[in-house]
């Protein structure tokens, strides 16, 4: 049974039972009562049918069918308050049948009235509406025509509130339907959001989904820029930077470092507005930059040759074709790194001696986006286990794993299999807990970092509500509410799927 028609149930019950009670109701008392709480109950009908349909016939309005719970819930919650009000109702009992009827003559007027002028009712609708709801109505008046020429009797109200609660516990089911179609729509955006975050592939699709965070990064006065520190900044052609979706909301203030002189010069060029510093980011120790075939491979760390020549591509790609001694920088070193909201890190098996060498910088970071590995690639480098234990006692809880990158065995005549899941990209994501101590400002832009890097609108909406209790504020229910509005235009065509 849907979740909707459960508590249904339950209430019909409790309102069954009353009518058992109400066996002995004078007919001024019927008279007054029943037909009051009839045409207030049509009247609601009315108006969910009419949000109803507008769902059927408007995807927005499918998307925000909330209203239509909303409405539902109103309705059920009727239902639990009748035996209140009747209790009431029963202390006046004793009034006069004149003066009961001239109450009742008041409540016709004022019922009719509401049950014929729902709001943006169309024509269309209204004779729609009369197809469903005039027969009820019409019943209803003959019902109680024929009570009072019986003397009172209460039975074909009964069948008529059977019928009315039938029609009722129909919508509820309906309507039931309805949300749990727009939640599957909801999660297919959010996966094609989390793909929008990586793949440039992707992110012309997850446009139609795109939710704006509706909350300003400079609430009581706080800083509106995300602080970006990457280490291994150099572009790539085969995807675009992890934190893009921040900097193509303009709030995005990078500075990025790169080895590699003519690789930081291109990416100066293409992103002026990135700062680019040539330093080898790691714990300050001395090394030996082993620059190799494919430069994105270069690392502090000699290729680990025997594992590799397993692998299709890889021994090639990691080949040495340049050494040089070279001292490293920590983070925490570097006059220009004061604070920082988002770390991105991929340095070939040199990320945990980064990490070592940004201990303060770690407490004011809120994110952190590292490349790891689950294999050998490198002599002596630190793997996947070796940074989650780092991190994690550093209050990062990870939260995904993404942009996974498998190795094809050199056993095959051909590459048409890869199994051997090598590196990935690992999200952490700092504890609210211990980022709540850097104040709310860190909380909202961990929450937005989230909703628009990620597309994880649920962890968004769990920093948010560390946020309110910290400050005492209400942005996790905004929150919420935007992203149950959809406009129209938002809603992808068949030919777009």
């Known amino acids: 049974m849907p979740r909707m028609a459960e508590g249904l149930a339950a209430r019909w019950t409790v309102v ?35 949000g109803e349909r507008a769902q059927v016939t408007d995807g927005a309005a499918l998307l925000n069918s909330g209203t239509l719970q909303a409405d539902m819930d109103r309705l059920s919650e009727l239902y639990e308050s009748i035996a209140v009000r009747l209790a009431l109702l029963e202390t006046t009992r004793g009034e006069s049948a004149a003066g009961a009827c001239a109450t009742s003559a008041w409540m016709d007027d004022r019922e009719s009235n509401m049950s014929d002028t729902a709001d943006g009712e169309s024509p269309v609708q209204a004779q729609t509406e009369a197809s469903i709801f005039g027969e009820l109505q019409l019943q209803f008046v003959k019902a109680l025509e024929a009570s009072s020429a019986a003397g009172g009797d209460p039975f074909p109200f009964r069948r008529l509130f059977d019928r009315v609660a039938q029609e009722f516990a129909r919508r509820v089911i309906e309507c039931d339907r309805l949300m749990n179609e727009r939640d599957a729509w909801f999660r297919e955006r959010q996966v094609l959001s989390r793909k929008g975050g990586i793949s440039p592939v992707q992110s012309a699709r997850s446009e139609f989904g795109e939710v704006e ?19 291994g900044a150099q572009n790539l052609t085969s995807e675009d930077h992890v934190y893009s979706p921040i900097v193509r909301k303009g709030v995005g203030r990078v500075i990025g470092f790169e080895p590699l002189q003519d690789e930081a010069d291109a990416r100066a060029k293409s992103d002026p507005s990135a700062i ?11 090394g030996v930059f082993h620059e190799s075939r494919f430069n994105p491979t270069s690392s502090l760390l000699a290729p680990n040759e025997e594992f590799l020549s397993q692998f299709i591509a890889l021994p090639d790609m990691c080949r040495t074709v340049a050494t040089s001694k070279v001292t490293t920088t920590r983070l925490d070193d570097v006059p220009e790194v004061k604070q920082c909201d988002f770390l991105k890190i991929d340095v070939q098996g040199g990320e945990l001696g980064v990490l070592r060498g940004a201990e303060r910088l770690l407490e004011s970071v809120a994110v952190v986006h590292c490349e790891v590995e689950f294999a050998p690639i490198y002599r002596g480098q630190p793997l996947f286990a070796d940074i989650d234990a780092f991190l994690r006692a550093r209050g990062f809880e990870l939260m995904d794993l993404i942009n996974s990158g498998y190795a094809s065995y050199a056993s095959l005549a051909r590459p048409i299999a890869s199994s051997r899941l090598v590196w990935a990209d690992a999200v952490y994501f700092k504890s609210p807990t211990l980022l709540g101590a850097s104040g709310p400002g860190k909380l909202l832009k961990a929450a937005y970092i989230a909703h628009v890097n990620y597309g994880m609108y649920d962890l968004a909406g769990h920093y948010l509500a560390h946020l309110d209790q910290l ?8 929150y919420s509410d935007s992203l149950t509005t959809v406009r129209s235009d938002q809603i992808p065509s068949e030919g777009d799927a």
């Open 471 to 478: 400050a005492g504020k209400q942005t996790k229910q905004s």
């Open 16 to 50: 069954r039972n009353l009518w058992w009670t109400l066996l002995s109701k004078d007919p001024a008392w019927w008279r007054y009562n029943l037909r009051r709480f009839f045409f207030r109950t049509v009247a609601r009908f009315k108006r969910v049918f009419a």
């Open 213 to 231: 965070f509706p909350l300003a990064l400079n609430e009581d006065g706080n800083d509106a820029f995300i602080e970006i520190v990457d280490v």
């Open 276 to 286: 680019m510093l040539n330093h080898f980011i790691g714990d300050g120790s001395e």
